[in-house]
């Protein structure tokens, strides 16, 4: 059984539909990349799949010993976040609260937790820092051990090299990649980078007309690519605002 | 001088405001930093107002207790404000905006048309800057704030970890399966409390300045969330006790005077801020 199936969805916000008819699923240790233009319903469906925003109708399953509050998630980052006096401990402990309940402390086991992904990661030298002072490549491995801190299983990543310089920005994809080889987790893109989602991806779901969901060897023989390169190129002014 | 303080002293209403005073400010500041942070700012300003306007309803009604009225009115408020922050057509910083300016000017309007008193603009006056409503206290309002402080700060001992993450990033925390909407509920229900309790001691125009600077004072200084949190409360305290016991000694307004102590406060962590930053 699958980790994660959308049957037949359809995604909308205040009864509007934005995405017809969305069917695909997603395996464990899967690499899916979703794409799309702006507006296109990319960042619905992310809040749709992590339980945050209902569908309009159809179904979305989760399976293989997943649920829904086990996705780890990497948002983009907020305004509030810039100017936020936190450390780094204590912005990646705060992926462990799924698991607290109604404890109000973090046990010595799930603190080690977040010393291991913070480790894994490369920041554990960054841990008494605070997150408004380091670098967007940082900041971003800050955020993706808290995501690791909530599962062991799947990340959900909404464009995470957004505002990235290319050298961060390539760190990242091969962070990930590297995550999803060999710790065998199931990683969910959503990005703009289309080369990089030909590079690393096993999976693609392009949300537009027409709908796409297939391997990425079949998403480039089906020539959307090209289209959707061209589309993104003509966008790209406006992409860099949103 | 230590004479004149010990005369004052001995009156049980002078011990009573700088008791109520100090968990007042605790209370506000500790409140203050999640506030600030979610770009809230202004909702002691906005929920004073709010409880303005309550409390001219309830002069109108000639309403013995006004807090029957002025409690679930703010509360209600408070509710509307923090759930309407992001998702919907009016922004939290216009809603807040709107709130406050349409309560104030309703709830003088309806003070001009009812009244009964003969000195309106000294009953607004000091509502707005509660001039001597804390030399007034009576016991019951002592035990009152004491009662709400140990809530407030049982709250935060309880949710500290949630009320982080709620407050860095909701969407995270939701995703996580915490119910943010729940704590944000908490967070607005007992930020109205405090406020129409804060009015008591400050007045309804100058609780913006209890909630804000202790914490913007803290967050020049610190650059983790606990150790701003501890400090906002331990600056806020200090301000509190000092500001009274100065009001007392030089006869000025208490709740000016406790702001003023605020400015000072954050001036000098601006200039610490500043100087350990370069270092």
Known sequence: MAQLTCKDVTLGYDGKPVVHGLNFSVEQGDYLCILGENGSGKSTLVKTLLNLHPVMSGKIETGDGLSASEIGYLPQQTLVQRDFPASVTEIVRSGLLGRCGMRPFYTKREKALADENMRKLGISHLSGRCYRELSGGQQQRVLLARALCATRKMLLLDEPVAGLDPNATREMYELVASLNRDDGITIIMVSHDIAAAMQYAKHILYIGEPLFWGSTGEFRDSGLARHFQDESRHHCTWSEED | ?279
């Not at chain 2, 759930?83 to 349409?102: E, F, N, P, Y």
């Not at chain 2, 000195?119 to 006056?125: A, K, L, T, W």
């Open chain 2, 1 to 279: 001088m230590i004479e004149t303080l010990a005369a004052y002293f001995a009156y049980p209403f002078v011990r009573y405001a700088l008791i109520v005073g100090v968990l007042i400010a605790l209370s506000s500041s500790l409140l203050g930093v999640t506030l600030v942070l979610k770009r809230f700012s202004f909702i002691g300003d906005g929920l004073s107002h709010v409880a303005f306007g309550a409390i001219a309803i309830a002069t109108i009604l000639d309403l013995g207790n006004n807090m029957a009225v002025v409690m679930p009115i703010t509360v209600l408020a408070a509710v509307w404000l923090l759930r309407t922050g992001q998702h919907t057509k009016i922004k939290g910083d216009a809603a807040v905006a709107m709130l406050s300016v349409g309560a104030l000017a309703i709830g003088y309007l309806l003070l001009n048309i009812f009244s009964k008193s003969t000195n309106i603009s000294g009953d607004v006056c000091s509502t707005l800057f509660g001039s001597t409503a804390i030399l007034t206290l009576t016991q019951l309002d002592v035990w009152l704030s004491i009662g709400i402080s140990i809530v407030v700060i049982l709250v935060f001992l309880l949710f500290y970890h949630k009320i982080f993450s709620v407050t860095f990033d909701e969407t995270f925390s939701q995703a996580t399966g915490l119910q943010a909407s729940r704590y944000n509920l908490l967070i607005a229900v007992i930020t109205a409390v405090v406020i129409v309790l804060a009015m008591n001691l400050v007045g309804s125009l100058l609780i913006s300045a209890l909630i804000i600077f202790p914490a913007l004072s803290a967050m020049r200084l610190f650059k983790s969330f606990r150790a701003v949190i501890l400090c906002s409360a331990v600056m806020s305290v200090v301000c509190a006790a000092t500001g009274i016991i100065v009001s007392i000694l030089a006869s000025t307004p208490v709740g000016s005077t406790i702001v003023a102590m605020d400015i000072a406060m954050f001036g000098i962590s601006y200039f610490a801020g500043q100087i350990t930053s370069r270092s």
